[in-house]
C-alpha cells in the first residue's frame, strides 16, 4: 500500500485495480496525509473562498437523492429575482469574495440571456464568476461564457451508467457528457464531481469516478457524500461514509495535483469535523453560503446543511497552518510543474483558436489523428491541438507527458526556428518530451514515425 501511495505522489497515475486497492485498504490515513503533502506542494496553504448563492430551488428534474427534485411537493419554491441576486452578489465582492457562485435548481425561468445580464451586471466588480445551474446546450452555455462567466460546476454524480439511468430518470447520461465537453471546448474552467453512497454503487465504480476526472482533465472536482433526503424516493436508505468520500477526494488529489477541490458541505454536515479534515486531505476550497437565511433554508437539497461561521474558520484555517486568500484561485495561478494554462481568460482565448485549429487541420495532421484517436494507437489518449501554456500543440499523450508536433515547410525560417526553439524549451521545463516529424515522414514513412513514438511512449512508461 505504501509503494502505491508514493507511486501516486510522484507520478500522479494509478490505473483501476491500484485506486480500488487504495480505496478498500484498511486505513486511509497515509493516503490523507500523502494528498496532504501534494496539496501543500501544488497549491500552497492558501484557502479559497467561493461565496454561494442559491438562487432559485425551482427545478425541472427528478433526481432520486435531491430535495429539491421536481416531485417532491414537501418544499416551498422560491427564485430571487434579478435585483437580488447581483445585490447579494454585490455584498459578497464588498465583504472580500473573489468569486460568486450561482447555484440553482434546473430553473428554465433564468435563460441564458437573462443570466447573462446578471452576469454582466456582476462582473463589473473585479470577481470570478461561477456557475452551477445544471445541463443546457453548447449555445446557452457559449452565451453564459461570452458575458463573462469563468467557472462552471457539473457533477457527473456516478460514472455508473446504469446506476445514473436510476437515479436520474428521464435523464441522459451521454448529455451529461457532452455538456462537460461543451464546457471545456467553450474555456470554463470546469468543475465535476460525485456522489459517494448512493445505494448500489461500487468501490469499482468509484475508482472508474476517479480516473473519469484525470480523462476529462476537471479544473475542479467536489466529492460529496449522499445524505438521505426524508422527502425523496431514497428515504430510510443510509448516508453515504465521510471516510469513503474523502478516499475518494484525497485519491482525486493525488492524481491531479494542481486543480481546486473544495472541502464540501456535505463533508461537513455529516461530521462537525468534516470540512477540516477534508483540509487536511487534500481540498483548498470552502464555499460559505451567503443566500438570506429564508431562503437558503428552502434551498433543502437535504436535510441540516451545515453552515460557515468566517471568523470559526478563519481561527480554524490558522491553527491547521493555513490562510484565506484573497485571490481569484484560477487552477493554474500557482507556479505549479504541472499546471497546464496559466488563466482562465489565457485558456479562453487558446480553446477557441484550439477549437478552430482542430476544424483546419492539414491533410498530414488529420491522417495522423485519425490513426491515433480514440486511444487506438498503444491505448493511449491523444489529444490534438491542445493548449500548454501560452502554446497550442499539434498532439499530446498527456498521460505518457508527451508532445508530437508535424512540422510543414513553413517551420524552416529562421523566425519560425526561433519561435520553435522558446516553445521547445518551454515545454521541456514543464517535463514535456517533444517528437518533431515533416509532413513528409506522414506522407512517406507513417510506419517510422509511428516506430519513434512507440519507443519515446515506452520510454516515458
Ligand atoms: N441543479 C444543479 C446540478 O444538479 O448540477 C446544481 C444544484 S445541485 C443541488 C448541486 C449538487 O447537490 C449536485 O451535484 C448533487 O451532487 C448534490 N446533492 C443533491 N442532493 C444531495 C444529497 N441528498 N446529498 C448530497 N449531495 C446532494
Ligand atoms: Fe435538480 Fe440539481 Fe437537485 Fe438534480 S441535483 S434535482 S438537477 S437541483
Known amino acids: 500500500m505504501i509503494d502505491l501511495i508514493n507511486k501516486a505522489k510522484t507520478e500522479h497515475s494509478l490505473n483501476k485495480d491500484e485506486l480500488i486497492e487504495l480505496l478498500s485498504c484498511q486505513d486511509g490515513e497515509q493516503i490523507f496525509k500523502a494528498a496532504d503533502e501534494v496539496r501543500q506542494k501544488y497549491v500552497g496553504a492558501e484557502v479559497h473562498l467561493r461565496a454561494l448563492i442559491e438562487f432559485s430551488n425551482i427545478c425541472r428534474c427528478n433526481c432520486a437523492y435531491c430535495g429539491l427534485r421536481c416531485k417532491n411537493r414537501d418544499i416551498e419554491r422560491y427564485r430571487m429575482s434579478a435585483e437580488q441576486i447581483v445585490e447579494t452578489a454585490l455584498k459578497a465582492a464588498d465583504f472580500g469574495y473573489k468569486t460568486i457562485v450561482l447555484q440553482s435548481g ?115 472536482v467536489g466529492i460529496g457524500p449522499l445524505i438521505v433526503h426524508p422527502h425523496t424516493p431514497l428515504n430510510g436508505q443510509q448516508n453515504g461514509s465521510l471516510d469513503l468520500a474523502l478516499r475518494v477526494m484525497a485519491l482525486t488529489r493525488l492524481l491531479m495535483p494542481d486543480i481546486n477541490i473544495p472541502a464540501t458541505t456535505a463533508m461537513e454536515t455529516l461530521n462537525p469535523a468534516g470540512r477540516i479534515l477534508a483540509l487536511q486531505s487534500g481540498a483548498n476550497v470552502v464555499m460559505p453560503n451567503l443566500t438570506d437565511d429564508d431562503a437558503r433554508a428552502k434551498y433543502e437539497i437535504y436535510p441540516n446543511k451545515a453552515g460557515v461561521n468566517y471568523t470559526e474558520l478563519s481561527e480554524k484555517l490558522r491553527s491547521i497552518g493555513r490562510t484565506i486568500s484573497h485571490k481569484k484561485g484560477y487552477r493554474g495561478n500557482t507556479d505549479c510543474p504541472l499546471t497546464l494554462n496559466p488563466s482562465p481568460a489565457g485558456r479562453g482565448k487558446h480553446t477557441n483558436t484550439a477549437r478552430y485549429l482542430r476544424k483546419n487541420m492539414t491533410p498530414q495532421e488529420l491522417k495522423f489523428w485519425n490513426l491515433v484517436r480514440n486511444s487506438q494507437f498503444e491505448n493511449t489518449k491523444f489529444k490534438r491541438q491542445y493548449p500548454i501554456g501560452k502554446y497550442i500543440v499539434d498532439f499530446v499523450a498527456i498521460q505518457k507527458m508527451l508532445v508530437i508536433e508535424l512540422d510543414g515547410g513553413g517551420h524552416n525560417t529562421p523566425e519560425q526556428q526561433k519561435y520553435d526553439e522558446e516553445r521547445t524549451k518551454y515545454l521541456k521545463s514543464r517535463g514535456f518530451k517533444i517528437l518533431r516529424f515533416w509532413n513528409n515522414d506522414i506522407d512517406n514513412n507513417i510506419d517510422g514515425v509511428f516506430e519513434t513514438i512507440s519507443i519515446a511512449l515506452r520510454e516515458r512508461d
Open 106 to 220: 434546473e430553473d428554465v425561468f433564468f435563460t441564458a440571456d437573462y443570466l447573462a445580464e446578471i452576469i454582466r451586471e456582476i462582473k463589473k466588480n473585479d470577481v470570478a464568476v461561477t456557475l452551477s445551474i445544471g445541463e443546457r446546450s453548447f449555445e446557452e452555455y457559449k452565451i453564459l461564457k461570452d458575458a463573462g462567466a469563468d467557472r462552471f460546476l457539473l457533477r457527473i454524480e456516478t460514472t455508473d451508467r446504469k446506476l445514473y439511468e436510476k437515479y436520474h430518470p428521464g435523464a441522459d447520461f451521454e448529455n451529461r457528457i457532452r455538456c462537460l465537453e461543451d464546457l471545456k471546448q467553450l474555456g470554463f474552467e470546469t468543475g465535476t464531481g460525485c456522489l459517494v453512497g448512493l445505494p448500489g454503487q461500487t468501490i469499482e465504480s468509484l475508482a472508474d469516478d476517479i480516473l473519469f476526472f484525470k480523462e476529462l482533465d476537471a479544473d475542479m
